[in-house]
């Protein structure tokens, strides 16, 4: 049975854009993939904690050495790093906030970077595990990003994209809502645009 995890990192609940974007994705997604289940890691809801000096230690330390709040601290990200291993389809979403991605998914990122579970590293360099998975990043944004000036600074994208492909994660698809704070006309245009390609994606699936 194919799986689909669905990370979403906008604190706006249903006036998200990159949510609601996220959620069509993975309804059609699931729809096409008869009997695929959809795993929900809402992050606004249940926000996952700083990595703090617990996990630091905690990731050099063998299971037994731990004490209970760094063993604590690892149960934390081994839930996140099993669902993402689990998972043949990733859905990650967020607003563009302060020219990056939200503070939560930064800390989704955080807990399941795990050296010797997401990645290793070899003779040769860093080894992503989390192979063989397709991901879609839906992003929501009041400028533009894509394209023209404001490319200089994405740094939502092109983050996300290498933290993926240092994970063994590199075919990832793009559905950007973008040039919303540009007035009504302009939001509902990128919003429909959205739309209709996330319905793209999900036949070309
Ligand atoms: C604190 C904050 C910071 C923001 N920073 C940016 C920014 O740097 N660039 C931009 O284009 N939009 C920025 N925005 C606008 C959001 O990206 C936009 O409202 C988007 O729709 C949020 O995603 P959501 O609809 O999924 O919540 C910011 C919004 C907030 C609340």
Redesign the pocket.
Known sequence: MSSILLVTG???GD??????IARQLADDLSAKAAGSAVVERDLARDPLPHIGADFSSAIRLQPEDRTPAQAEAIAVSDGAVDELLAADTIII???????GISSIVKSWVDHVARSGRTFRYSENGPVGLATGKKAYLVI????I?SSGPGTT?DFAEPYLRSVLAFLGISDVETIR??G??YGPEAAEKAISAAEEKARELARAA
């Open positions: 906008s604190t706006r006036d998200s854009l990159s949510n609601k979403s967020t607003g563009f906030i302060n020219f929501a944004s009041g400028g990003y600074l809502i973008e919303v704070a």
